[in-house]
């Protein structure tokens, strides 16, 4: 249960408020880095500066909508504002 912003500021206020609604663990891009799994499509986004939020859910089993649908809805207003 991680959330994973790129490396503009959007994504990371982003990914705090999504953390702070569902409890992920946020893991920032030094954290991230350490995986070794830098994947091709944030980078893409960091090149282009568009933000980019990577979310781990931690089970691929049931539905955790209940849980995520909160923090979606949030981060659309935020991104509306």
Known sequence: ADIM???TNRSKK???LYS???G???MMDDEWTK???TGSLRAWCDNKKITFLEIEI???WG???QKQQPAIMKILEA???
Do not use: C, F
Request: net charge positive; proline share 8%.
């Open 5 to 7: 912003p790129n490396n």
């Open 20 to 22: 702070d609604i569902t």
């Open 24 to 26: 992920y663990r946020l």
């Open 63 to 65: 539905s955790l909508w």
């Open 58 to 60: 931690p089970s691929r």
């Open 79 to 81: 991104m509306l504002a």
């Open 14 to 16: 982003l990914a705090k």
């Open 35 to 37: 995986l070794g799994q």
